[in-house]
């Protein structure tokens, strides 16, 4: 199933998942490939994005964002490249970010759209340390964790593409870093390749009484991306004025029901009065599109001077996304996971 010029293989949702979406959450679909008319261009995917918060888009509960419709194209991030093109600023070869979704071609009106030229050297990592994923790590920590050199971090899904950025953005920050992440491989990389001080495994049964041990100073800044048991573990470690940014609750994602046992609400909100924690939530593009700039110029810089460094998981085939997305919201990826569309 590799990609043709003359047909458009569309990834559109089936059905609203209740739980872990499955195989069946969305349809792999045929189309004609789409004509660009006046003031359009025609866009070829060369690169997919996989990202935990398309789980959110597949609900139609209320968010920030309106939910994909039953039968719509799923969203998604994309790295594509122009076809056809009748928008000034925009010409065939040219490799383009776009918002393309879950499919081979698109059209566009330019709107949303950044030109990244004929050859930019690693395209797909638009789609990751260099786009969303980097950003968002960036603006999250500097922005609303603000930590101050000595100061503690813990930072969940330590290998995924934000936590990565996050904690070695922590180091070079002159910060002690602890990684939570899923088994001895992810803990490993974390202090072996990343730089992290340490890295707790939170499938281990003793999972709080070694983050305890870690963090022996309290935790002064917490990027918030998982939740559920880890989050828990957290917040009794919890310096005094300790900032928590909240950029995603993956463990949340495909809850029906809240958890079993008591409400831990009245809990939490007394640690945060007590404590006089900042929590806030953040979506990268709302809160922070204008310091995309600054970002591009100071991560740009760290990457090639090695401070910064990243692991991307290509998965080939457009076919495959699905299972990929599967996996993702699993835990099952070791880095930023990116689905190759195009037949380059």
């Known amino acids: 199933m590799t990609q043709t010029e003359t047909v458009n293989r569309q990834f559109v949702l089936a059905e609203r998942p209740k739980g872990t979406p499955t195989t069946e959450t969305l349809r792999l679909v045929e189309t004609d490939v789409p004509e660009a008319g006046p003031d359009q261009m025609l866009l070829r995917t060369e690169f997919l994005s996989l990202d935990p ?6 609900s139609d509960a209320p968010s920030y964002a309106a939910p994909v419709e039953i039968g719509g194209v799923m969203q998604g991030g ?7 093109s ?3 600023g925009f010409a065939p070869g040219d490799y383009v970010l776009s918002f393309s979704g879950w499919q081979d071609y698109a059209l566009s009106d330019g709107t949303g759209v950044t ?5 930019p050297a690693h395209p797909s990592w638009a789609l990751g340390i260099m786009g969303m994923p980097g950003f968002t790590a960036w603006a999250g920590l500097t922005q609303i964790g603000a930590p101050k050199p000595g100061e503690t971090i813990v930072v969940a899904a330590a290998t995924g593409p934000v936590g990565a950025t996050v904690g070695q953005i922590g180091k070079i920050l002159g910060c002690r870093v602890v990684g939570v992440a899923g088994g001895p491989e992810k803990c490993a990389y974390a202090v072996d390749g990343l730089g992290f001080d340490a890295c707790i495994d939170h499938k281990a049964d003793d999972f709080a009484e070694q983050l305890t041990k870690a963090t ?12 559920g048991k880890v ?17 995603g609750l993956i463990s949340q994602y495909n809850a029906t029901a809240l958890p079993d046992g008591p409400d831990r609400m009245n809990w939490l909100m007394g640690q945060i009065l007590r404590k006089k924690i900042k929590m806030q939530g953040f979506i990268i593009f709302d809160d922070f599109d204008h310091l995309y700039p600054e970002f591009a110029k100071e991560m740009s810089a760290w990457i090639e001077s090695g401070k910064i460094q990243y692991r991307e998981e290509i998965v ?10 599967i996996g993702l919201l699993n835990g099952e990826n070791f880095g930023k996971r990116v689905i190759h569309v195009g037949r380059n």
């Open 53 to 58: 918060y398309m789980r959110g888009r597949m």
């Open 78 to 84: 994309t790295v594509a490249q122009v076809v056809v």
């Open 86 to 88: 009748h928008i000034e």
């Open 115 to 119: 030109n990244l030229g004929k050859s």
């Open 216 to 227: 022996p100073d309290g935790i002064d800044v917490y990027f918030e991306n998982v939740g």
């Open 231 to 247: 989050l828990d573990a957290v917040i009794p470690l919890l310096n005094p004025n300790a900032r928590v940014p909240v950029c």
């Open 316 to 325: 080939d085939g457009l076919e495959n996304a699905l299972e990929a997305f």
